[in-house]
């Protein structure tokens, strides 16, 4: 029995010993916790490179001066869409048009801040590297349409992506908006 109990303790000591003694994993097999790049902190659109409405809807905001200007890069999915003025109160708003679809997809610099409480239970979220993040899903949690609610650093307003076009369309939106550079031909 003693030299059970004496097999024992020297087992349970060899095995603490090794796990003291464990090499960590190499520094490169950890998970990656980075944040990708914002896209608006690509190089800004010059304001030739965006339909004329963008710049007359900003222009005419009561935000401007808190809202950057945001146009996407590219529409995916409703290429060929027509844009048009939108409303949201003491903001900007630009929306799509498809044969069939009023209001498919679009952006908005709503005239809430970004600080402002607001709904926040969504399924979906993202960030980026310069701490802009994105809540999105399902409008009125039920959906088909998905909305997003974007707040971008160093910017107080609070934006409204949507689309109607599905969530696969949304994030592509997401990823396509920049900048626009008004003072910049």
Do not use: K
């Not at 952006?107 to 600080?115: D, H, K, N, Q, V």
């Not at 994105?134 to 971008?152: D, F, K, M, S, V």
């Not at 599905?166 to 997401?174: A, D, F, S, T, V």
Request: glycine share 10%; proline share 7%; with cysteine.
């Amino acid at each position: 029995m003693l030299r059970c109990r004496s097999f024992a303790r020297s087992a349970a000591a060899a095995v603490a010993l090794s796990i003291g003694c464990a090499q960590p994993p190499p520094a490169d097999s950890a998970p990656s916790t980075a944040a990708r790049p914002a896209p608006w902190s690509s190089a800004t659109l010059a304001r030739g490179a965006v339909v004329r409405v963008f710049a007359t809807q900003w222009q005419a905001a009561d935000n401007r001066a808190s809202c950057g200007l945001l146009a996407p890069v590219a529409l995916g999915e409703g290429q060929g869409a027509t844009p048009r003025a939108a409303t949201f109160s003491g903001g900007w708003a630009v929306a799509y048009d498809l044969p069939d679809v009023r209001s498919a997809f679009g952006i908005a610099g709503t005239g809430s801040l970004a600080t402002d409480p607001s709904y926040d239970a969504w399924p979906l979220r993202q960030r980026w590297a310069d701490g802009s993040t994105a809540g999105y899903g399902p409008e009125g949690g039920t959906g088909p349409n998905q909305l997003a609610y974007l707040r971008i650093a160093g910017q107080r307003c609070l934006y409204n992506v949507w689309s109607r076009l599905g969530q696969q369309h949304l994030e592509y939106l997401l990823q396509q908006l920049r900048f626009v550079d008004l003072s910049n031909r």
